[in-house]
């Protein structure tokens, strides 16, 4: 188990300290309330369920606008995998995180649907698009991720970067290199962002589960 919330911010500034008489931080399990993962488990279905329905209708609204299909399938997704960490590891609700991974996950549908087409456009070799997108597109959107996570929970964004950045980076190299090839390699253009949609949301699973 890592820090509580309160105390991981304290020492993202440098001002946590253990408290005296204390070798270590104890951690203690509390039973989450029924109340509670009642409410969590109705979330999780409604946000399932309209992100099944933006992925099936999803031809649909990418024939109406390509960057708001975008927006939407990846903010959909984005928020059904902070919905899922709060019900399997968390077991608490957080509205405030919810609403900041819908709101990463517009932001980073609209990111992705610009760089792919940009590679898609004017690199003919699918070889050369995994490289420029793992050698230019990963780093920047980790950049754009941590830099907009720690503005939205008011931690100073350069000393996030500086403890972060590059940890995630090299985090993220076991699986968006695999991922980049199949987007570029197997899929057609438009659904390239659904794909990395579900790839993120297995992704924020996978490492939510690691870091309990």
């Known amino acids: 188990m890592g820090l509580v919330d309160g105390q991981a911010k304290d020492f993202e500034k440098g001002e946590f300290t253990l408290p005296k008489g204390h070798s270590r931080q104890r951690s203690v399990w509390q039973q989450p309330q029924k109340g509670t993962i009642v409410a969590l488990l109705a979330l999780v279905v409604v946000q399932g369920t309209i992100a099944a329905c933006c992925m099936i209708f999803y031809d649909r609204l990418y024939q109406v606008s390509t960057e708001g299909a975008a927006a939407l399938v990846s903010c959909s997704l984005a928020g059904l995998s902070q919905g899922l960490l709060q019900l399997f590891v968390t077991q608490k609700l957080v509205v405030s995180k919810l609403v900041k991974f819908y709101v990463w996950g517009a932001i980073s549908g609209v990111w992705t649907k610009f760089w792919t087409d940009q590679l898609s456009t004017k690199i003919m070799v699918p070889g050369f698009r995994v490289f420029w997108d793992q050698a230019i597109g990963t780093p920047i959107s980790m950049f754009l991720f941590i830099s907009y996570s720690a503005y939205w929970d ?31 390699c197997l899929l057609p253009l438009e659904m390239i962002v659904p794909f990395n949609g579900m790839v993120n949301l297995i992704w924020t699973m996978i490492l939510g589960f690691l870091n309990d």
């Not at 970067?161 to 699986?175: C, E, F, G, P």
């Open 154 to 184: 008011g931690i100073n964004v350069d000393r996030y970067l500086n403890m972060n950045y590059w940890k995630t980076l090299r985090a993220s190299y076991v699986i968006w290199p695999a991922s980049s090839a199949v987007c570029f």
